[in-house]
């Protein structure tokens, strides 16, 4: 599961642009993040599958001997 830390800036009472591009920009970060630990998270849960299927084949090719 993907885990991220973002300060998202509170809004202003009145908008200015440079509240919008803060909270803009923050929500751009949250995006970033959350791609880049999914892909991670993907990576991750391959090479458990892999490292599984391996011993698996190991422990047969070990007692069919």
């Known amino acids: 599961m993907a885990k991220i830390n973002v300060y998202v800036p509170e809004p202003p009472q009145e908008y200015t642009p440079e509240g919008f591009r803060q909270i803009n920009?923050?929500?751009?970060?949250?995006?970033?993040?959350?791609?880049?630990?999914?892909?991670?998270?993907?990576?991750?849960?391959?090479?458990t599958f892999n490292y599984f299927m391996s011993w698996q084949l190991d422990t047969k090719a070990k007692h069919s001997i």
């Open 25 to 47: 920009q923050a929500l751009e970060t949250v995006e970033n993040q959350l791609n880049t630990s999914y892909q991670q998270d993907l990576k991750n849960e391959q090479d």
